[in-house]
């Protein structure tokens, strides 16, 4: 059985100008909230992307949510770079980023290129990739070769397992710091956006503040960022077990998944998500 309006077919062309890095930055200096959704599949990519989503993650949380792992470290570079062909065949004009998966750039510098280089022949437009201290000098290399980064501080789920599990971030002074000496270095370094994971409200609002030109995405790190992410699955409540506390039921608003999803988009941009009450951590 085949689908008569497939996720190739072109003949309905978005009304939506291509959202570009140099569009994002735009949308920043003026205020403008970015809303972000994870997408692995051309379909859901497509979906999104029509419903007003500016950027699409491939993130390796499919690790979880697609392949049934119970963390996102068993994802590979080859299973990265299929999703995110498939994704980009669906996407018309959204920013589509790519996960660097866990052992795939923590080599050195030139091993996160070939990495990069790998997501980026799949579609990306940016890759994303997890923590500091180290990884500025890796964010630089890629950086002046044309690869647009974004990086991903406070809880970093490929480090679950040294972090002791899904973990708040920076709730006392010396983890803050250290996520403000990061987040600085990784600025610095030429990270043109950067995902903040499961931290204090008030650290995350900071660290946008401190770091102005930077595009700062949070999930479950308040209302204070230049945008907002969501796994797909959680927000679609397709996740099974416990929800993040800060997963509002978008599909009881919307009534239908492109519903659920357009809600999202608008509740980002006027600022009602996230409710800041649920990030008092």
């Excluded at 789920?157 to 002074?173: K, N, T």
């Excluded at 595009?215 to 479950?220: E, K």
Aim: net charge negative.
């Amino acid at each position: 059985m085949s689908s008569q309006n497939s996720p190739g077919d072109n003949s309905t062309p978005s009304a939506r100008k291509s959202i570009t890095l140099h569009r994002l930055r735009e949308m920043h200096a003026a205020g403008e909230k970015i809303a972000m959704l994870t997408a692995y599949d051309a379909s859901f990519a497509r979906l999104a992307d029509e419903a007003g989503v500016d950027c699409l993650l491939v993130g390796d949380s499919l690790g979880m949510v697609v392949q049934g792992h119970a963390s996102t470290t068993p994802v590979t570079l080859e299973e990265m770079a299929y999703h995110t062909r498939a994704a980009a065949r669906g996407n018309r004009t959204a920013f589509l980023i790519a996960d660097l998966p866990f052992g795939t750039y923590h080599e050195d510098p030139a091993h996160a290129m070939r990495s990069s280089a790998v997501l980026m022949g799949a579609g990306a437009q940016m890759v994303k990739l997890e923590g500091g201290g180290w990884t500025p000098e890796t964010v630089r290399f890629l950086v002046d070769r044309g690869v647009p980064v974004c990086a991903h501080l406070g809880l970093t789920p490929q480090s679950v397992h040294a972090l002791g599990g899904y973990r708040i971030q920076g709730r006392d002074e010396a983890g803050a710091a250290t996520l403000r000496r990061h987040a600085r270095e990784l600025a610095d370094a030429g990270a043109s956006m950067m995902v903040f994971e499961l931290m204090p409200s008030d650290l995350a609002r900071g660290l946008q503040a401190d770091n102005p030109g930077l595009m700062t995405i949070g999930i479950g790190a308040g209302g204070g960022t230049a945008g907002q992410v969501l796994v797909l699955h959680d927000m679609l409540r397709v996740t099974r077990g416990k929800l993040p506390r800060f997963v509002r039921d978008f599909v009881a608003e919307g009534n239908t998944i492109e519903g659920a999803i357009r809600t999202y988009v608008a509740a980002v941009k006027d600022g009602s998500f996230p409710d800041e009450s649920l990030h008092a951590y």
